[in-house]
């Protein structure tokens, strides 16, 4: 298995600004997943991050709106940005241990409220 | 477009009893289809995974169909327990490691 952090773990912003949320791992990875589960509603993949290649992203979310970061194989960071309430969700950063991999290991989310 | 619907309303069982949580699918041929947990506040933590051509799989209390020709997996969990209490996220998946999540369904398990 492995271990993941998120910091911050919650954050309350004010629409326009932009926060950055940070995911670290305690073993190196290939894949890293991000996603948004807003209230009472399920996961929805934002992006993926693979390390030495550009994020892919889902529909519905673009790049100039979710800039991905993936330096090396154990942090990646996610930037929501000009945030509106919209945004007020849970981001959560999951990955994949081992080429081919299938199941998907969790942090603990980051909360956000923008107001 | 690929669809995920898990039991909406949330299930109330007593102790002892075993609960069973339902997943469909509609416009997907996933290779494979996990179970997770969530508890208020956490991430999600993986349960079982079970591929297509597997028709049942066991851990301890838990136990996982998936009929590939009625597009559905059922969740059993025997015995439960309070602390079985959480929501519980079927998730399809194929090649390249991307999931696709239904809603969930909460369970409570009264003493």
């Known amino acids: 298995s492995a271990v993941i952090s998120q910091k911050p773990s919650r954050d309350i912003c004010q629409r326009g600004t932009s926060l950055t949320i940070q995911c670290q791992v305690d073993?190196?990875?290939?894949?890293m997943f991000w996603y948004r589960q807003q209230p009472g509603q399920s996961l929805t993949l934002i992006a993926t991050?693979?390390?030495?290649?550009?994020?892919?992203?889902e529909s519905g979310f673009v790049i100039d709106k979710f800039p991905i970061s993936r330096p090396n194989l154990t942090f990646s960071t996610l930037t929501v940005s000009n945030m509106s309430p919209e945004d007020s969700s849970i981001y959560l950063c999951?990955?994949?241990?081992?080429?081919?991999?299938?199941?998907?290991?969790f942090g603990p989310g980051t909360r956000l409220l923008v107001l | 477009s690929q669809k995920i619907e898990q039991n909406s309303e949330a299930l109330n069982i007593q102790e002892g009893k075993t609960a069973t949580l339902t997943c469909n699918y509609t416009n997907y041929s996933p290779a494979y289809l996990q179970w997770y947990r969530q508890d208020p506040g956490r991430g999600p933590v993986f349960l079982l995974l079970?591929?297509?051509?597997?028709k049942e799989k066991r851990k301890e209390r838990l136990k996982v169909t998936f009929d590939t020709t009625l597009k559905q997996s059922l969740f059993h969990i025997t015995a439960s327990q309070p602390a079985d209490s959480a929501t519980y996220l079927c998730?399809?998946?194929?090649?390249?490691?991307?999931?696709?999540f239904g809603q969930g369904t909460e369970l409570s398990v009264k003493p």
């Open positions: 073993s190196q990875v290939t894949m």
């Open positions: 999951s990955v994949v241990l081992g080429a081919g991999g299938e199941t998907q290991y």
């Open positions: 998730a399809l998946g194929n090649q390249g490691g991307k999931l696709i």
């Open positions: 079970i591929r297509e051509n597997e």
């Open positions: 991050a693979n390390q030495g290649s550009e994020a892919t992203y």
